[in-house]
């Protein structure tokens, strides 16, 4: 006759009540146990081969926000073919795109997407679509349907048709997927038979109280023994965010380079946002669609005279810096208006201003506001990474070591670069790296020297070599994501499982 403890004989019975092969979910429901209790039971089970206990690997698929907009509205190349079809079937691109209604984000997707499935073709030359043929729903449709009825699915449990239609919304970026793993209990044939003999419970004490050892009868009470290797209950400890580790990481770093970090006010006059950096008052990125500015209180305070004095000269005509400057009529009013910071090369810069004799090495990684449309790859609010370095002779060799020895540190070996435009340095540079893991290069930091325009106005007599670039893009790249605003969903169960940052 086997003997089994309360738990595993409650667990083996509610199996068997549940036809000999049952999810651990069902289990629960039926016992009233907890799972860890269930699990446990399980694992001593299966070691005296009664059960077994069967792993299954599910993905669940649901719908993003783009997708469940696509689910209520049709799919971009749908809408645009459907105007197509209202409009006769020949007609050009603006019409159609304005009958469709769609947002202007979505027109170069459906007119990839409408000669990708042959439904349409494109007349470059008079900027015109016409049909090709009309097709019932495809299957990427299809499930765009079943997700938005049943909320979340199993990809599994789908016909290949849908589960190949899976792939195709994950590229373009309309599902979320989570990997679980189901598990289930069977009676094994020897469990079966020794259920039919017949199963004596065992009571086993697993704490020894007061009363036992003053009493004596631990002495005659079976003590349960425990196994320190089977697995317990997970525990989630308390985590730094991926976020703030990838912070401290660049920090430690720019640490061991010798640098010292800055920190500067969020609140900046356009003055020390654009002017110092001899960004024309003009440009289009001082625009409001681009910059966040405050209506109350709208200005602030500019400089010393003689400082702005001099920047204005150098945007005017150039000033003593051998330049023409932007021969334009320079405003202080403009340059008194408060905004939120567009990048940390405002604190850079104020910090230069200040700080005139060589050898100066700092960075800043701080937040800087800019106003984007929120999708999978910008944000309103992001951090970015800043660092300069100011010394007798340093050449632009020197910043490109700097940054290979930077990268270097982050683990990433493969480094490139090539020649940009920055309005306030020149020469001016673009630096990539390779991922092994996609195979591919990335954008990461732009980099150059501070112009004479910057520095001269400044009283700064040495050159500056500047560099400066967005995080999150950087830690996307760490952690293999494609929608940078994964990181700020609160997501628990992916902080969780998130590996730590390196």
């Known amino acids: 006759m086997a003997r089994l403890k309360k738990n595993e004989f409650k667990t083996l019975l509610t199996i068997e009540k549940l036809g000999g092969k049952s999810s651990i979910e069902k289990i629960v429901n039926k016992s009233e146990m907890s799972y860890a209790t269930i699990m446990r039971a399980a694992l001593v089970l299966q070691e005296k081969r009664l059960v077994k206990i069967l792993e299954k690997k599910q993905t669940i698929i649901k719908l993003n926000d783009e997708g469940k907009n696509h689910a209520k509205n049709g799919l971009p190349e749908r809408r645009l073919v459907n105007a197509l079809m209202k409009l006769g079937g020949k007609v050009s691109i603006t019409k159609t795109v304005e009958n469709a209604r769609l947002d202007r984000r979505f027109v170069p997707i459906a007119l990839g997407w409408l000669r990708r499935k042959n439904w349409g073709t494109i007349d470059t030359r008079t900027n015109t679509l016409q049909l090709k043929k009309t097709e019932k729903k495809g299957k990427d449709e299809e499930l765009l349907e079943l997700l938005s009825e049943e909320r979340q699915l199993i990809a599994e449990d789908l016909t290949p048709e849908l589960r190949s239609a899976v792939k195709t919304l994950r590229r373009r970026k309309l599902l979320e997927t989570d990997e679980k793993t189901k598990r289930t209990i069977e009676i094994t044939q020897t469990g079966s038979k020794k259920m039919k003999r017949g199963i004596r419970t065992i009571t086993e004490v697993t704490q020894l109280t007061p009363e036992l050892i003053i009493t004596g009868k631990w002495r005659k009470t079976k003590l349960a023994k425990f196994d320190v290797t089977a697995?317990?209950?997970?525990?989630?400890?308390?985590?730094?965010?991926?976020?703030?580790?990838?912070?401290?990481?660049?920090?430690?770093?720019?640490?061991?380079?010798?640098?010292?970090?800055?920190?500067?006010?969020?609140?900046?006059?356009?003055?020390?946002?654009f002017d110092a950096l001899f960004q024309p008052q003009d440009h289009p990125a001082r625009e409001m669609h681009d910059t966040f500015y405050l209506e109350c209180p709208s200005k602030g305070r500019l400089p010393k005279k003689s400082i702005v004095k001099k920047v204005a000269k150098t945007h005017e005509d150039g000033w003593k810096t051998g330049s023409r400057g932007w021969q334009y009529s320079w405003s202080p009013e403009e340059a008194k208006k408060l905004l939120f910071r567009t990048h940390t090369t405002a604190t850079t810069i104020r910090y230069l201003a200040e700080h005139k004799e060589p050898p100066i090495k700092v960075f800043s990684v701080d937040r800087v506001y800019r106003n984007e449309k929120m999708n999978y790859k910008n944000l309103a609010e992001f951090h970015q990474i800043e660092g300069i370095i100011m010394d007798r002779n340093i050449t632009f060799r020197d910043l490109i070591g700097t940054l290979k020895k930077f990268y270097l540190k982050l683990g990433l070996k493969k480094v490139r670069f090539w020649p940009s435009y920055f309005p306030y340095t020149e020469p001016s540079?673009?630096?990539?790296?390779?991922?092994?893991?996609?195979?591919?290069?990335?954008?990461?930091?732009?980099?150059?020297?501070?112009?004479?325009?910057?520095l001269v106005p400044l009283g700064i007599k040495h050159p500056v070599l500047a560099w400066g670039g967005g995080l999150e893009r950087l830690i996307m790249l760490k952690l293999g994501l494609d929608d940078i605003r994964s990181l700020y969903r609160n997501d628990l169960d992916w902080i969780r499982r998130a590996p730590t940052c390196q």
């Open 231 to 273: 697995p317990g209950p997970t525990v989630y400890p308390a985590k730094i965010h991926p976020v703030q580790q990838i912070i401290q990481r660049v920090k430690e770093i720019f640490t061991e380079m010798g640098f010292t970090e800055i920190r500067g006010p969020i609140v900046e006059t356009a003055f020390w946002n």
């Open 429 to 454: 540079a673009q630096s990539t790296v390779y991922i092994p893991q996609r195979e591919k290069w990335f954008e990461l930091c732009g980099m150059g020297m501070f112009r004479p325009e910057v």
